[in-house]
């Protein structure tokens, strides 16, 4: 029974892992090491719940992924570590973004809207399964979602300069 | 207007990985959680069968009346009651659902919940969340009710929660109640015009 739920698994992981890795390297906005460490946990969390996971494993690994990034972002030492407010330049060196400004733009948003709008735009989930993912109503994933994209907008849209035309 | 749109589709990373050695290696850390939690549930087996023991006698002592039948609340009489207990970082409450607890929170959310529950505070199923918006992201509902003798709006979501806004201090104050929680509207006003929102509290829309 175990030898099988672990072939499952196993095969759910070559197929999935590296999405899920590009799914939380966008959730940590570019913090590659972070991602890992986040997938590594998620994963864990699967294979140990794999008995309800395996209906629909992606689902629930992207549940949990969640999850895990707030749990992550709970700890004492993320509380205590995170006093600068400006972005780790990860996203510049990692070679899988192809959007560094728009990376540091996502890092803006709050966590919670930026998992909205990673899951519903970049991976193209409908609103029931980001409701699925965060746990949260389709109304509030859809505000979430348009308020993460004004701010995304706000944040990308060249300052104007304005002035005397002399 | 879609550009934004555009460039979060063309997003999609694919990071290069050995799949069959990553997929062994995540299979290798199962392993070994799952060890370790039958290592805990082993060490705490007899505890825990001491206390059902225990507590399945309390139980019957506590739930049956003097004719021995068992008192079962209606599930539909949720009543709110004077909270008491520890207090969270972030926000106070005065008063909760009888039988709920201050689950958690952070600097974002606050979650009520029932004292089995064992998700995490972000999962706001069978709940009540409090949480925060800035005012410029507010409801575009009109008011419908008070809070506190101000002005608030009580909508329904599609998914059947309840959700309360309402202006306090420089934001907006938003608390959803999962449609599995049957306070009426009139509790949860009163549930709300307990809540304090402490300078711990951070908003998590803006």
């Keep these: 029974m175990r030898r099988s739920q672990d072939a499952e698994f196993e095969a759910f992981v070559r197929r999935h892992r590296a999405p899920l890795v590009g799914t939380a390297r966008l959730l940590t906005a570019g913090d590659a090491h972070l991602a890992e460490d986040l997938v590594q946990s998620t994963l864990v969390k699967v294979y140990l719940a794999w008995g309800r996971a395996s209906q629909h494993p992606a689902a629930y690994a992207r549940r949990t992924l969640v999850n ?8 004492p030492f993320f509380r205590r570590e995170q006093g600068a407010v400006t972005l780790p330049e ?52 859809k505000s979430q979602t348009a308020r993460g994209l004004d701010k995304l907008r706000a944040l990308l849209t060249p300052t104007q300069l304005t002035g005397d035309s002399r | 207007m879609n550009d934004v749109i555009d460039r979060l ?29 039958r290592i805990k549930r082993a060490a705490l087996g007899g505890a825990a069968l001491t206390l059902a023991v225990g507590g399945a006698f309390s139980g019957i002592a506590l739930t049956s009346g003097n004719d021995g039948a068992p ?11 004077d909270y008491d207990g520890t207090q969270m970082p972030g926000f106070t409450v005065a008063k909760v659902p009888e ?13 009520v919940a029932r004292p089995d529950d064992d998700t995490t505070v972000s999962d706001f199923r069978d709940k009540i969340v409090v949480t925060l918006e800035t005012t410029a992201s507010g409801t575009q509902d009109p008011a419908n009710t008070t ?11 599609p998914d059947g929660a309840t959700m309360l806004k309402y ?40």
């Design chain 1, 68 to 75: 895990c990034l707030t749990d992550h972002r709970r700890r």
């Design chain 2, 99 to 111: 039988g709920f607890v201050l689950q958690g929170s952070d600097q974002y959310v606050l979650a």
């Design chain 2, 9 to 37: 589709a063309r997003l999609t990373p694919s990071p290069s990985t050995s799949a069959t050695e990553d997929a062994a290696a995540d299979l290798r850390r199962g392993h070994r959680a799952l060890s370790r939690r």
């Design chain 2, 167 to 206: 202006a306090y201090r420089d934001f907006t104050v938003v608390i959803q109640m999962w449609n599995t929680i049957h306070l009426t509207d009139e509790q949860l006003v009163e549930f709300a015009e307990g809540v304090e929102v402490t300078a711990d509290a951070k908003p998590s829309v803006g």
């Design chain 1, 90 to 141: 990860a996203p510049v060196e990692d070679p899988a973004m192809v959007d560094p400004e728009l990376v540091a733009a996502l890092a803006e948003l709050p966590p919670r809207q930026r998992a909205a709008v990673v899951l519903r735009h970049v991976h193209d989930l409908s609103v029931e399964e980001v409701a699925d993912a965060l746990s949260c109503s389709t109304g509030t994933v």
């Design chain 2, 71 to 81: 008192t079962v609340q209606a599930a539909d009489n949720v009543r709110l009651v």
């Design chain 2, 147 to 157: 809070v506190g003798g101000q002005p608030a709006t009580l909508v329904t979501t």
